[in-house]
């Protein structure tokens, strides 16, 4: 299995209040990604990265922000927390573009 | 723009049976196809995928064949399993510049009885 984790695997925090998501991976891949499902909608795009700071919004970028320090850490930030975040979100990695992605298992985030 | 459709489910299967997963896609260009899947509680994991018109992905008995002519990408498996009870992501990739991404049809969970 590709080495990703993300942390906390759950939380449940309240509206209004920043939330940091962490994902680190072990495999140095370039490509770095942030993914929420929600029913009825799959998986949609919320950020990229490229390289170390190099990002990119994803087609539901609004109300988050990423950034890039490191090549294995990628960190997702609800500045300020809503109830539409109430979201699954898997970190993905993949050493060439677009290609065979490997996921996380996906932070549950509930926000009340 | 880019899109992907997937047949809604939740389909229901007995052990056995022949399992079809309808995918079409809307895209610029040619874009490579993936279907991955996702077991209860974990993350998505790559099935199989097809780069270009006329391939065709094949993995632990799943197939799919990328038909640009009727711009579908649908999974079968000739007998599935209660080990194959999962949802399944039709994909297709977009290259940009500087990277890519996927986008994801909005998935169909299977459930195979014994």
């Known amino acids: 299995d590709a080495g990703i984790t993300q942390s906390p695997r759950h939380k449940v925090t309240e509206t209004g209040t920043p939330v940091t998501l962490r994902c680190h991976q072990t495999?140095?891949?370039?490509?770095m990604y942030w993914y929420r499902q929600d029913p009825g909608h799959g998986l949609r795009l919320i950020h990229y990265s490229y390289g170390v700071k190099d990002t990119d919004k994803g087609e539901v970028s609004d109300g988050y922000s990423v950034s890039r320090s490191k090549t294995e850490d990628f960190l997702l930030t609800l500045e300020s927390a809503t109830s539409s975040q109430t979201s699954v979100y898997f970190c993905?990695?993949?050493?060439?573009?677009?290609?065979?992605?490997?996921f996380g298992s996906g932070t549950q985030l509930s926000v009340l | 723009g880019n899109s992907v459709t997937q047949m809604e489910g939740p389909v229901t299967l007995s052990e056995e049976a022949f399992l079809t997963i309808n995918c079409t896609y809307t895209?610029?260009?040619?874009?490579?196809l993936f279907w991955y899947v996702q077991y209860p509680g974990e993350g998505l994991q790559l099935l199989l995928k097809a780069t270009k018109a006329d391939d065709k992905g094949s993995n632990k008995g799943f197939e799919a064949t990328y038909r640009k002519e009727t711009t579908s990408f649908h999974l079968e498996k000739g007998s599935v399993q209660v080990s194959d009870s999962a949802v399944y992501f039709c994909a297709l990739g977009v290259l940009y510049n500087q990277g890519g991404k996927l986008i994801f049809g909005q998935g169909t969970e299977l459930s195979v009885k014994p």
């Open positions: 993905a990695i993949s050493e060439v573009r677009e290609e065979k992605l490997f």
């Open positions: 495999e140095n891949h370039r490509y």
């Open positions: 895209a610029t260009g040619y874009p490579s």
